[in-house]
């Protein structure tokens, strides 16, 4: 039996949601351009959402994703980062892990979950990949949530055309062990 690397509910999220998100996501956009050695690892817009709301709906699929699938020692407390990737400014996000091995505060990122926000006809490009296991296929369709250790390596290809839109959360526990 192979060992489940992530889990994915397909257009849960509803279009109400998905515009709410964008509205309170928009009034606070910056850019977020991040290079090593001269080689851009990440190019897109950023803006951090505080909402309560949207942390316990995004809770709310991770707790089941954990209790069912992943079975981690994870809390109610996570950063939720809105992303919008942009084809006229080469957005994409490069091979990366969501986990910083290197923090002290006692806690790690245990579970990273990602919404799909905009539909597959608004963007062409921008697919979501995982380096180690199987990628999702379905990934593209607006609403959809996928759930994953924050760990396995992931990344965004460029987007060539359109803008894709998404909501990233990185839920914490005590460190790994």
């Known amino acids: 039996m192979i060992r489940q690397n992530w889990q994915m509910y397909p257009k849960v999220v ?43 709906l995004l809770y709310d699929y991770v707790d089941i994703a954990n209790r069912n699938i992943f079975n981690t020692h994870i809390y109610k407390k ?37 919404v799909q926000l905009s539909s597959p006809d608004e963007y062409e490009g921008g697919d979501f990949l995982f380096s180690e296991c199987q990628s999702p296929s379905q990934a593209k369709e607006k609403g959809t949530v996928l759930i994953f250790p924050s760990y396995l390596q992931h990344k965004v290809e460029p987007v060539t055309k359109g803008i894709r839109k998404s909501l990233v959360a990185w839920f914490e526990g005590p460190k790994w062990k």
């Open 14 to 56: 509803s279009e109400t949601i998905v515009d709410e998100i964008i509205k309170i996501a928009g009034k606070t956009m910056e850019a977020s351009t991040f290079s090593n050695n001269g080689s851009d690892v990440r190019k897109s817009r950023v803006a951090w959402i505080k909402d309560k709301r949207i942390l316990n």
């Open 78 to 114: 996570a950063d939720i980062q809105f992303t919008e990737y942009l084809a006229t400014e080469g957005g994409h996000y490069n091979w990366h892990h969501d986990i910083d091995w290197n923090r002290n505060d006692g806690l790690d990122r245990k579970l990273s979950v990602t």
